[in-house]
């Protein structure tokens, strides 16, 4: 099993609200399945568990994921990673923000920085 360590930090495209853009996370990593907290978009703690596909240099992580009381209390998510070295990884994530009721479609984007 792996701990992993990290912060990342985010932008969000498409989005009407502002949002945190730095997230310190921690993970832990066995045979694929992933489960972690980080601190979230909308400064909350969002503990997450799901499953990480990789194929060299890419990844797929598919899980759900707490924290955004505005989508609702566990939300599906899947996270685009591809790995420039063992310790920077750009990510990118389909989102969305709750506006008066109407769900605004969005994409984050980021680099993650990773300590083990």
């Known amino acids: 099993m792996d701990i992993l360590l990290g912060l990342a930090l985010s932008q969000h ?4 609200r502002n949002y945190n853009e730095i997230h ?9 399945y992933i489960a972690g ?3 979230n978009s909308e400064k909350e703690i969002s503990p997450y568990a799901g499953y990480r596909l990789e194929h060299n240099d890419l990844g797929l ?24 070295n063992d310790n ?27 300590a083990f």
Do not use: C, K, M
């Not at 495209?13 to 009407?16: A, G, I, M, S, Y």
């Not at 310190?24 to 694929?32: E, F, K, V, W």
């Open 13 to 16: 495209l498409n989005f009407q």
């Open 24 to 32: 310190p996370h921690i993970r832990l990593h066995h045979d694929g």
């Open 37 to 39: 907290a980080y601190y």
């Open 61 to 84: 992580e598919l899980g759900a994921v707490g924290g955004y009381n505005n989508l609702g209390p566990v939300i599906p998510y899947v996270r685009f990673t591809y790995d420039i």
């Open 88 to 114: 920077v990884v750009l990510f990118t994530s389909p989102s969305g923000e709750n506006i008066d009721g109407e769900i605004n479609y969005g994409i984050v984007a980021g680099v993650e920085l990773l």
